[in-house]
């Protein structure tokens, strides 16, 4: 009875060394695996911080100014912000026809030939007999 | 007996087998189940030392890029020499420095060059050479460039911080949670603008610097400070007349006329003069030994009003003595003039002021000779003039709150000053500043450059614009500075501020009020492309 348990043990033991070697290469293979992850996190994100930060240089204003000018688009007259009270109200009938200066973003005056643009025309059908509607 | 002893030496063995189980068990609990999830110390993002600086709008001011420090190990190199050169030619090292190095065996390392760029470090792979290591690093970056390179700052080879904000903000960034940038009160939109044009004015009349600042007046942020010439912060060296001084905050000077603000507001405060009070002017007045002149003709009277928005000196002086030495320097203790403004930035300067503060004294600080400030010093006081009366420290941090403090003068008095600001730009020296549509208040000045030994340049003028809009209730001060600016042909030979420094404020305000959400109050007249 003895020798069966003897016998046991030793077979367990021997046993447990194989399943043990097993699980500690699995881990250190794993472990191996998580720092070249961890490494591969930690370039993408310097490219990430990389790109953004060139990105940052090529939209910056100083640039975008340089582009606006190539293109045409100057300075002079800006877009102008205004509020819904101060917009002038249709049919309200402007004096003089003098020049409107606020309340909506004014294009330069510009030599670049416009396209033009084709104004669709109300449909006699009424609205409840068009497809779709 | 044999056998009993066997069958105990056979239990003592079994204990131990059973022992060392049970541990092995025990640790495998431990790892699995009690500290599961643990990454064992190691960091999911890469360690950078300092965190990205940006602007209001979260656009990128400033952030470390990751470079590498270049070493070697000289003693397995086969040709010193030869490897030296080659090194020096990859990387911009100095040759001889390396030779020195390599040639010298105390050192067994030797730093060939800090900071390469990926391209550089392909450069000295493609070498070949041996005993060449890469240790990581990083670079302090700018997008931006020039833009603000004062403001910013920069960062020395080790990234530790310099100058401006990098040093003055220097705890914040390195200790900023999880890498969260630091965000400042800066618009980068609004500080192109205000450089730019400033740039521009710089070309047309060539002074030799030139600055401005814009600020919030209720939270004193600071949106936008432009000093030039300036310089690169990405560049290794400076070049041409590049300069990393910020004249806005390490430079004092005899801001001139727009000092005058600071004698009407104690005036109205006091009550020592009405709006519409008239003062004799003449052809000069005489203190003591000393004679106040104007700097162009005036007339013979004039009303108080149009003291300050003719800038008469006399008239001024005048006003000034009123109120008398004592309770003027009080005032401007008060105002905080006299002591050196702190703010994040570390650079500052001290006012400069006479230690003897007489009559004669009182009536030239009254128009602003006498007395030097840094311009971010006027510009938080003369905020304080406008804002209600409130006391306003400027902040180059973002912040929502409305930081006005205690209250320096009335705000009956900042009404009235408000009005008469206004009056200034409409019917004074600052007509060139007026945009249509967005009220703005200010005052010119055009001060005489003190030279050496105690006398003023002949013919050299300090031209400044003082700006607060819509003055209504202003939301926005601006200041521009020009140092020493020549005359052209279109401003008829004159330097003044109103040909200078206020046609440059007010293109600045025409295009920043639109992205500072300031509506243009123009009336409306008719639509485009008849739509109505």
């Not at chain 2, 022992?19 to 890469?46: C, I, K, M, N, Q």
């Not at chain 2, 391209?119 to 240790?135: C, D, K, R, W």
């Amino acid at each position: 009875m003895i020798r069966v348990l003897n016998f046991f043990c030793v077979a367990l033991m021997g046993l447990s060394i194989l399943a043990l070697y097993h699980v500690s290469e699995r881990t250190r293979v794993a472990q191996m695996e998580l720092t070249k992850v961890n490494h591969q996190i930690r370039d993408a994100r310097a490219s990430i911080g990389v790109l953004e930060t060139e990105w940052a240089h090529v939209a910056g204003p100083a640039r975008i100014q340089q582009l606006a000018e190539r293109h045409g688009m100057t300075n002079t007259v800006s877009a102008q912000l205004s509020s819904f009270d101060l917009l002038p109200r249709r049919g309200d009938a402007p004096l003089n026809n003098s020049p409107l200066r606020n309340a909506s973003a004014e294009a330069p005056q510009s030599s670049v030939a416009v396209v033009p643009v084709v104004r669709p025309t109300l449909s006699a059908q009424p609205i409840s007999e068009r497809t779709g509607f | 007996m044999a056998d009993g002893l066997f069958q105990r030496r056979i239990v003592i063995g079994a204990v131990f087998c059973v022992a060392a189980f049970a541990l092995v068990g025990l640790r495998l609990v431990d790892v699995t189940l009690l500290r599961g999830g643990s990454h064992g110390g190691y960091e999911d993002r890469a360690v950078t030392a300092r965190a990205d600086l940006v602007d209001r709008n979260g656009e990128l001011l400033a952030r470390d890029l990751p470079v590498k420090d270049l070493y070697a190990r000289p003693h397995v190199f086969w040709n010193k020499d030869e490897a030296a050169h080659d090194l020096a030619g990859a990387t911009g090292a100095d040759e001889r420095r390396l030779r020195a190095g390599f040639l010298n065996a105390k050192h067994p390392y030797v730093l060939i060059a800090r900071q390469i760029t990926p391209a550089t470090e392909a450069s000295v792979m493609h070498l070949g050479l041996p005993g060449l290591e890469f240790e990581p690093s990083a670079k302090r970056y700018y997008p931006d460039g020039r833009n603000a390179a004062q403001l910013l700052g920069v960062t020395d080879p080790d990234n530790n911080g310099v100058s401006g904000l990098e040093l003055g903000l220097q705890d914040r960034i390195r200790t900023s949670e999880d890498g969260e940038p630091v965000t400042t009160s800066i618009d980068m939109r609004v500080q192109y603008i205000l450089a730019s044009e400033i740039a521009a004015q710089r070309q047309t009349f060539g002074p030799r610097a030139a600055g401005g600042l814009v600020m919030d007046v209720r939270t004193g942020e600071v949106l936008a400070m432009a000093s030039l010439p300036d310089f690169d912060p990405n560049a290794r060296a400076l070049t041409g007349d590049d300069t990393t001084r910020n004249i806005m905050v390490q430079d004092v000077y005899e801001l001139g006329s727009v000092f005058k603000i600071f004698s009407f507001a104690l005036a109205f405060e006091d009550h020592t003069t009405r709006m519409d009070e008239v003062f004799s002017i003449g052809q000069g007045y005489k203190i003591g030994k000393y004679t106040i002149h104007e700097a162009e003709h005036m007339p013979a009277v004039l009303a108080a009003r149009d003291i300050l928005a003719q800038s008469s000196n006399i008239g001024t002086a005048q006003i000034a003595l009123r109120s008398g030495g004592v309770r003027q320097k009080e005032f401007l203790t008060r105002m905080g003039l006299l002591t050196p403004i702190r703010t994040e930035l570390p650079e500052q300067r001290k006012p400069m002021y006479p230690s003897n503060w007489g009559t004669i004294e009182t009536a030239t600080i009254g128009f602003g000779q006498g007395i030097s400030v840094s311009p971010l010093r006027f510009l938080a006081s003369a905020a304080a003039i406008v804002n209600g009366g409130r006391e306003i420290i400027p902040t180059f941090l973002k912040t929502d709150a409305d930081r006005r403090g205690a209250q320096l003068i009335k705000p009956e008095t900042s009404e009235q000053m408000r009005g008469l600001l206004r009056y200034v730009v409409t019917n004074g020296t600052g007509k060139n500043a007026n945009v249509e549509g967005y009220d703005i208040g200010g005052k010119t000045g055009s001060a005489q450059v003190p030279g050496e030994h105690g006398r003023y340049i002949p013919h050299a003028l300090r031209t400044s614009f003082f700006a607060a809009f819509p003055i209504e209730n202003p939301r926005y001060v601006l200041f521009v500075l020009l140092d020493q600016p020549h005359g052209t042909k279109a401003t008829y030979g004159f330097a003044l501020a109103g040909y200078t420094a206020a046609p440059l404020a007010g293109r600045v305000i025409s295009r920043i009020a639109p992205l500072l959400g300031v509506p243009n109050t123009a009336p409306p007249t008719r639509l485009a492309d008849g739509n109505s």
